[in-house]
Each structure stands twice: as structure tokens, then as C-alpha cells.
């Protein structure tokens, strides 16, 4: 009963250079979610994917954000052309939602640091 | 749209004394609420939840919540506290109907000192 997982656990990249993080949900769950936390502050949403349904990606902050989810595995989220804004914990979540409702189980995220 | 806001960033208490953190929402629409908690370099996990029924929920580690929908709040509480408790408290809410989006407020810091 493996949790979700995220790599690397770490990231340190230069300012302009594209960055790409990986999360691995817990398995059978249909529903996943990208948040930003920076140091300090609470949850930022980014996206969320659910089954087939078109994501939503209301919560990108700019074009240089994208986020891919192969079915209901893997999701990728790419940050191109970082900027030391983009400092912050990357945390992902998937649930399965059911009646109505879910529980969001976390992963341990990504600290990225844009130098 | 939903919104949802944390009227503490942090909160300094004695071992013992009783706490509350404050949570207050904004919906058009009926509403689930949560609190989750994250303890220091842990991930997030989940305290409690209102989705029905009752407006006073229970969760782990002797913590409660009251649902009160006049006020559009959702308060947290324990009425005695311990060191171990110092985290940070997030309070969530998502749509009763319809999407799964959860929006979370910008946490309060619990610091139970000795």
C-alpha cells in the first residue's frame, strides 16, 4: 500500500532553465491535484485532473506551467523557463472520490529552488 | 467562487490551555469542509471533514469542529492541547455538488509551548 510519491524530492535549477517533476499516484485513484506551497504561505491549487474529464487548470499562474496525466497514472508538471518566483514546495494529491466527497492523500512534494 | 480564510497565521498557546482556529468560508453553493494538518516536514493529512448531518465533528487527536452555516464558519478546537500538536492547520473547503476542486485557506501555525 505504497502512498504517492514524488521526484525528485529535491530540485535546484537555474533561472531560465525548464524544470520537470513527477508524481506518482496512489494506485486506483482517479483523481489528482498539483498545489504550490511557498515558504510561509498556505496551498496554492494548480490543477486537477479527474478520469477523462479535461483538467482543470485554473490555477496555473502563467503559459509557463503545464501538466500532463497519462490515464490514471503518472502526472508530469513542467515549469519552463523558471523564475526564482517559482521557488516553492510542489505538492501532489490524489483521491478517489467517492458519495460526493474525497479524501486527498499527499505526497511528500518537491522543495523547488530557482537560483 | 468559492473562498476560504484563516483569520490566524499563528497561534502561540500553553501546554494544556483549550485552542481554537479560526476558519470562515465563502459558497453559493452547499459546501464539504475540512481541516487538514501537517506536522513539521510531513506531508498533509486529513483531521476531520464536514459533509452532513451533525455541525459538530470529531476528528483525530481530540480535535473538533463546528459547522455553523449562518456564519459561514468552521472552527476548529481542543479543549487541552500538547507539545506534539504544533503543526500547521489547514482549513479546505470543496462543492457538495458537482467537481471535486478543493480550495485551501493559508494555514494557521499551532505552536504549543511548554
Redesign the interface.
Known amino acids: 500500500g505504497a502512498g504517492?510519491s514524488q521526484s525528485p524530492s529535491n530540485k535546484v535549477t537555474e533561472k531560465g532553465k525548464d524544470v520537470e517533476l513527477r508524481c506518482d499516484p496512489i494506485s486506483g485513484h482517479t483523481?489528482l491535484?498539483w498545489?504550490r506551497q511557498r515558504l510561509g504561505?498556505?496551498?496554492e491549487?494548480l490543477i486537477?485532473f479527474?478520469g477523462n474529464s479535461a483538467p482543470?487548470k485554473s490555477g496555473l499562474p502563467s503559459d509557463r506551467f503545464s501538466a500532463e496525466r497519462t490515464g490514471e497514472s503518472v502526472s508530469t508538471l513542467t515549469i519552463q523557463r523558471t523564475q526564482q518566483e517559482d521557488s516553492a514546495v510542489y505538492?501532489c494529491?490524489s483521491?478517489s472520490?467517492k458519495g460526493?466527497?474525497?479524501?486527498?492523500f499527499?505526497?511528500?512534494?518537491t522543495r523547488l529552488t530557482v537560483l | 467562487a468559492q473562498s476560504v480564510t484563516q483569520l490566524d497565521s499563528q497561534v502561540p498557546v500553553f501546554e494544556e490551555a483549550p485552542v481554537e482556529l479560526r476558519c470562515n468560508y465563502s459558497s453559493s453553493v452547499s459546501v464539504y469542509l475540512f481541516w487538514y494538518v501537517q506536522y513539521p516536514n510531513q506531508g498533509l493529512q486529513l483531521l476531520l471533514k464536514y459533509l452532513s448531518g451533525s455541525t459538530l465533528v470529531k476528528g483525530i487527536n481530540g480535535f473538533e469542529a463546528e459547522f455553523n452555516k449562518s456564519q459561514t464558519s468552521f472552527h476548529l478546537r481542543k479543549p487541552s492541547v500538547h507539545i506534539s500538536d504544533t503543526a500547521e492547520y489547514f482549513c479546505a473547503v470543496s462543492e457538495a455538488l458537482g467537481g471535486f476542486k478543493t480550495i485551501f485557506g493559508a494555514g494557521t501555525r499551532l505552536f504549543v509551548k511548554a
Open positions: 504517492v483523481a491535484y498545489y504561505q498556505g496551498l491549487f486537477y479527474q482543470d505538492l494529491a483521491s472520490p460526493g466527497w474525497d479524501e486527498q499527499f505526497g511528500p512534494g
